[in-house]
């Protein structure tokens, strides 16, 4: 059994993908995964020796995650050298079907590894090396330097080089940057940007999206797609138009038109879509392999139906604000702000928009190797709605992919030609307000249920008792009571205190349900995960 090194803090976002694996252990929803097709005469033995490398180099990906006490941590494992067999297929395609198996596969996150590789060959002098990795220790940007760094070693490997000796050593790891940003918060160095998303947020609504289906209780994570293309020509004018408000990317544009389909269709004026940070502010931690992205929040103000361009000023002034202040971990700023939260739902949006700068190139050449990568997709959503974009030059194009447990394909062809219509109208009328601007999914369903649109900054009518009092009255509620008391660490809860207003976070909440089950009671996880009372929760079991 492979020897642990160390015990390391987990960064946030570790800590965030460990919950989930909690409510979910059986899902490859986080896999990151990528084929790549090998032509030509390849050495084996020396791709083996260069990805053992590349595991030896960066400890995360001989990491797993632990809970210790009251810890999510990152246990560094030994490393050893790589285990590859020669798979056989009788087609290149038959190859990459097989790889999407192998990347369908969960991981567990306690056990490891969490990286996989197979190499299959389907001709003579061609082959398909498969790479899967789970997200908790590898992010987009990480394939392109683990792709960098193979490609390097395999050649010095060809040739018989030390390959200890080849790339530079490491000035960090990725538990490095983990501790430093615990560090960061501790000492108070990101206060300056808390107190700024406190005031962007302050009062946030947060529309419910019109769903066509009500939600499973266990969500199959499915999507519905439809393409979508934002054509250069209409970006640039959009762009040139708002030449006056500042540097206008491709990118704005692309979520100005969003924010104003989501407004129209939610029928809130009020609008929050999460935006992907790559979270590599200084240099050395470029080189590294880890999860690093961040979401940040950007949040539009359309409550006084204005024109096109002035929503475009204003996209630009929140995106330039949100990545100047795109430190502070997302699953930090959920619990700072003190949200509410509903079981099965992203708090503070439900929704994405990401323009894919890939870190891989198109190909790549090694040894007399031609290197061609593939990304293999995972069908499955991490958000209600998803807008994935691929830029070259002006031109934006992609596609929109929602939950199928919640949307139909049609809502999806819907959302795709809003988005369309909405920067077409705005080409030819830049100062058309946003109340005119032509949106089919929000004009062919005006007649929607009003009521589908409730936000949950309306006023709710709670049916539990006033005040915080209330003894426990049953042999459950003296369970979670003290559960409660010992993981909230207080002296005494009321059976009608709702946990997260009581101090409590998705951390606390599971270990709740973990210390739970240890006394032979299963606590519903999503449940748990939204707002409760010990009341509440016993009634339930």
Known sequence: MTEDLYVLPASYGQQRLWLLEQIDPDTPLYNEAVGLRLRGPLDTAALTAAMSEVVARHEVLRSVLELEGAEVVQVVREAEPLALPVHEADSHELALAQARELAAVPFDLGRGPLVRCRLTRTGPDDHLFTVVVHHAVADGWSLGVLLAELTALYTEAVRGTDLSTVLPELAVQYADFAAWQKERL??????????????????????????????????????????????????????????????????????????????????????????????????????????????????????????????????????????????????????TLKLPRRSGRTPLTQTMLAVNNTWLPDRAEAAGVTIEPTTLLQERAHFEITVDLDGDGDELTGAVVLQADLFTQETADLLARSVTAVLRGAAMAPGTKVSALPCPLADERATAREEEAVTETAPVTSTRPAGQAGAPRSATEIMLARLWTEVLERDMVGVHEEFYAAGGNSLRAVRVVMRAREQGVELPMERVLGEHTIRELAELL
């Open 186 to 335: 501790d000492t108070g160095e990101l206060d300056g940007q808390l107190d700024h998303w406190r005031e962007r947020l302050a009062g946030v609504a947060q529309p419910a999206l019109p769903t066509d289906r009500v939600p499973a209780a266990a969500p199959e994570r499915g999507t519905v797609q439809a393409p979508l293309r934002l054509p250069a020509a209409m970006v640039r004018q959009l762009r040139a138009v708002a030449g006056d408000t500042g540097d206008v990317t491709p990118f704005m544009v692309a979520l100005a038109a969003y924010a104003v389909v989501l407004a129209r269709w939610t029928r809130s004026p009020d609008v929050v879509v999460g935006l992907p940070f790559a979270g590599r502010g200084q240099e050395e931690l470029e080189s590294l392999v880890g999860f690093f992205v961040n979401t940040v929040p950007v949040r539009v103000d359309l409550s006084a139906d204005p024109e096109f361009t002035a929503v475009l000023g204003q996209v630009r002034g929140r995106c330039v604000d949100a990545y100047g202040n795109a430190d502070v971990p997302f699953e930090l700023l959920v619990e």
